[in-house]
Nanobody
Framework: QVQLVESGGGLVQAGGSLRLSCAASGSMLTFTAMGWYRQAPGKQFELVARITSSGANYVDSVQGRFTISRDDAKKSVFLQMDSLKPEDTAVYYC?????????????WGQGTQVTVSS
C-alpha cells in the first residue's frame, strides 16, 4: 500500500522560507508526475507545482519564489518555498501519479500546514 508522508510545514514570517518534503513508502511504483497542491480557507483547491520528466510548472502566484524538485531513487518530491507571503498560508498536499499498474492512479499525502505571518 502506497503512503505519501509529508514533512516540513510550520509557521514562518513573511519573507521567510520553508522546504516541504514528501516520500512514498511501501511502493514499487514508478511515479510519472509528482506535485504539490494547497487548500487555503475559503479558496479553491489548487495546483501549486508539478514535475514530470518533461519539466516543472507552477501556478502564477508562486512563479519565481517556489522550486519543485524530485529524487526518483528515493521516490520523493520537494518544494522549496522562498519569499513567502501571508497568502501562501494553506494546507499543502503532496501528490504522486503512477500508471505502473495499468491505470493511472493518483496518490495523496495527509497534508501539512504552512502558516505565513505578516
Amino acid at each position: 500500500q502506497v503512503q505519501l508522508v509529508e514533512s516540513g510545514g510550520g509557521l514562518v514570517q513573511a519573507g521567510g522560507s520553508l522546504r516541504l518534503s514528501c516520500a512514498a513508502s511501501g511502493s514499487m511504483l514508478t511515479f510519472t508526475a509528482m506535485g504539490w497542491y494547497r487548500q487555503a480557507p475559503g479558496k479553491q483547491f489548487e495546483l501549486v507545482a508539478r514535475i514530470t520528466s518533461s519539466g516543472a510548472n507552477y501556478v502564477d502566484s508562486v512563479q519565481g519564489r517556489f522550486t519543485i524538485s524530485r529524487d526518483d531513487a528515493k521516490k520523493s518530491v520537494f518544494l522549496q518555498m522562498d519569499s513567502l507571503k501571508p497568502e501562501d498560508t494553506a494546507v499543502y498536499y503532496c501528490n504522486a501519479g503512477s500508471a505502473t499498474t495499468g491505470a493511472y492512479v493518483d496518490y495523496w499525502g495527509q497534508g501539512t500546514q504552512v502558516t505565513v505571518s505578516s
